[in-house]
């Protein structure tokens, strides 16, 4: 252990890449009282969470990561189905566990599922992709060994309606039952994926949110009869606009917890205008409290006192930027689990474990990523009782508490300097263990904890991700850089 004083602030604060200016510049003090910081929010216990689309699943056309060279890739490419029996994706998502997995997506409004040993060599009319049995066994097992329960969503194509165009629900009660028969468990379910985009989800013509409603209404009838163990989400929308609002006006109501999407840009692939430049300002990190403001608004109006689920989201859609694989982001993700996790969300779904850009996980190889650290830190250290660190808005800095986790009385602190050049100091009357995440280049696959770089072992080992200790008084906190500190003996009653 180095002791706070023989910390090598000023080695960090020059060692975060060419892309920073080196600088003496400090903001004014802040000091925190640990001891009197007050309850605002318990979140679920598999607060973090992630999705396998539903087409990792079952092969099919993804969004193709970036290659070396230019700025823009293929929107998409073909892949293989995922392997779920893959030693290193099961231990690194089981290192994240107790968590959800959710099996869903864009494609899944039109995957049918082939309730037969032997699946058809096509879909049948009025569907683009086929799950199999067998590809639906390695979804549970995978499940089961990682602690990871299911949330999924229905096919609601052509294939699954009547001659007037309404949903049935043969499809899904045999995906159901079929779920029942492995042992496999479905802790939540939407309708479908995104119903504010119908068209781009494989809905019927003009599907709007009258046709919406009634569906959903026929969903949830058939739930509770058929699954009523399983939590009804909705409506899943990923706008704020009219179409969304319309969706949330029709469902809400009779959903057990209310649930929406949020990117808050497109990438690239998208013509998105996004720049590694802008990720790391206040104003992106904004956006997040930004469209939970909308969603709370609407849940308060429609549906009191639900709980609120954040069931996809990530650096950008369409798979996310090139940078959406480095440091970079991981300012975005953390920000983002502390924002909603004071705002009451109950579950964040990060999109996705492996595939694409803005994998947890690179998807050829399954080695972690920056932001698979930030979670694998997060769940560590940081508990389901969110506290009020009562830190005044300031520019360039966010400070996020909780109880600590397994630490009675303790409580965690993240503390984000996302200001490139300027460094914070903060005072904390009480000795801490630090931990703090940098990079010697923002954009780079690498990152340092507490100057150690952070890789597997040989073996897939996990390396040590021990803090240092801080003696009470005065931390610095570098240029572009995240850091979590956790106080033993805070004195919070509310962590008792």
Same mark, same amino acid.
């Given at each position: 252990m180095r002791a706070a004083s023989a910390y090598p602030l000023r080695r960090i604060a020059c060692a975060v890449g060419a892309a920073l200016a080196c600088t003496n510049a400090i903001a004014a003090d802040l000091t925190l009282d640990v001891?009197?910081?007050?309850? @605002? +929010?318990? =979140?679920?216990?598999?607060?973090?969470?992630?999705? =396998?689309?539903?087409?990792?699943?079952t092969g099919g056309r993804f969004w193709k990561p970036y290659g070396a060279g230019g700025t823009k890739a293929e929107l998409f490419s073909a892949r293989t189905p995922i392997d779920l029996h893959d030693g290193r994706l099961r231990k690194l998502a089981t290192a994240l566990s107790p968590a959800y997995l959710r099996v869903s997506g864009t494609w899944a409004n039109s995957t049918f599922f082939a309730d037969t040993?032997?699946?058809?060599? %096509?879909?049948?009319?009025?569907?683009?992709? @086929?799950?199999?049995?067998?590809?639906? !066994?390695? @979804? &549970?097992?995978?499940? /089961?060994?990682?602690?990871?329960?299911?949330?999924?969503?229905?096919? &609601?194509?052509?294939?699954?309606?009547?001659?007037?165009?309404?949903?049935?629900? !043969?499809?899904?009660?045999?995906? #159901? +039952? *079929?779920?029942?028969? %492995?042992? $496999?468990?479905?802790?939540? +379910?939407? *309708?479908?994926?995104?119903?504010?985009?119908?068209?781009?989800?494989?809905?019927?013509? !003009?599907?709007?949110?009258? %046709?919406?409603?009634?569906?959903?209404?026929?969903?949830?009838? *058939?739930?509770?009869?058929?699954?009523?163990?399983?939590? =009804? #989400?909705?409506?899943?929308?990923?706008?704020?606009? +009219?179409?969304? /609002?319309?969706?949330?006006?029709?469902?809400? %109501?009779?959903?057990?917890? @209310?649930?929406?999407?949020?990117?808050?840009?497109?990438?690239? !692939?998208?013509?998105?205008?996004?720049?590694?430049?802008?990720?790391?300002?206040?104003?992106?990190?904004? /956006?997040? $409290?930004?469209? &939970?403001?909308v969603t709370q608004t609407l849940r308060d109006r429609l549906a009191p006192g639900k709980p609120i689920w954040l069931t996809e989201t990530a650096e950008t859609a369409c798979g996310g930027n090139r940078w959406a694989a480095t440091f970079t982001d991981t300012f975005r993700y953390l920000d983002q689990l502390g924002r909603l996790a004071r705002a009451g969300v109950q579950v964040v779904m990060h999109n996705t474990l492996a595939a694409s850009d803005y994998g947890l996980l690179d998807e050829r190889t399954h080695l972690p990523r920056p932001n698979y650290w930030a979670a694998l830190l997060w769940r560590r250290l940081m508990g389901t009782t969110v506290l009020d660190a009562r830190v005044p808005r300031q520019a360039g800095l966010h400070v996020y508490a909780h109880c600590a986790r397994d630490m009675p009385g303790g409580i965690a602190l993240l503390v984000i300097n996302n200001d490139r050049r300027m460094r914070h100091s903060l005072t904390l009357s009480a000795a801490s263990q630090r931990y703090t995440l940098t990079s010697e280049k923002l954009v780079d696959s690498n990152v340092r904890l507490n100057g150690r770089a952070l890789a597997l072992g040989a073996s897939d080992q996990m390396p040590d991700l021990n803090g240092d200790a801080a003696a009470a008084g005065t931390i610095m906190l570098a240029p572009a850089t995240i850091t979590f500190l956790t106080v033993a003996n805070a004195g919070n009653t509310n962590c008792r």
């Open positions: 001891a009197t910081m007050p309850r @605002v +929010a318990t =979140i679920d216990p598999r607060f973090q969470s992630y999705n =396998i689309e539903m087409v990792e699943v040993e032997m699946p058809p060599s %096509a879909p049948p009319a009025g569907f683009k992709g @086929v799950l199999t049995r067998q590809q639906w !066994r390695d @979804v &549970i097992e995978f499940s /089961r060994a990682v602690d990871a329960p299911i949330v999924t969503s229905f096919a &609601i194509s052509a294939g699954t309606r009547d001659a007037e165009g309404r949903w049935t629900s !043969r499809q899904a009660r045999q995906l #159901l +039952a *079929f779920t029942r028969s %492995a042992g $496999g468990r479905i802790a939540a +379910a939407e *309708f479908m994926n995104e119903p504010d985009l119908p068209a781009i989800g494989g809905a019927p013509d !003009r599907y709007d949110a009258a %046709a919406y409603g009634r569906d959903f209404a026929t969903f949830r009838t *058939f739930m509770k009869s058929t699954a009523p163990d399983v939590a =009804i #989400l909705g409506p899943g929308t990923i706008g704020t606009g +009219a179409e969304a /609002r319309a969706r949330f006006a029709v469902s809400a %109501a009779d959903a057990d917890a @209310v649930s929406y999407h949020h990117y808050g840009a497109l990438s690239a !692939r998208c013509s998105g205008d996004r720049t590694a430049r802008q990720a790391l300002s206040d104003r992106w990190l904004a /956006r997040t $409290g930004e469209t &939970i403001a």
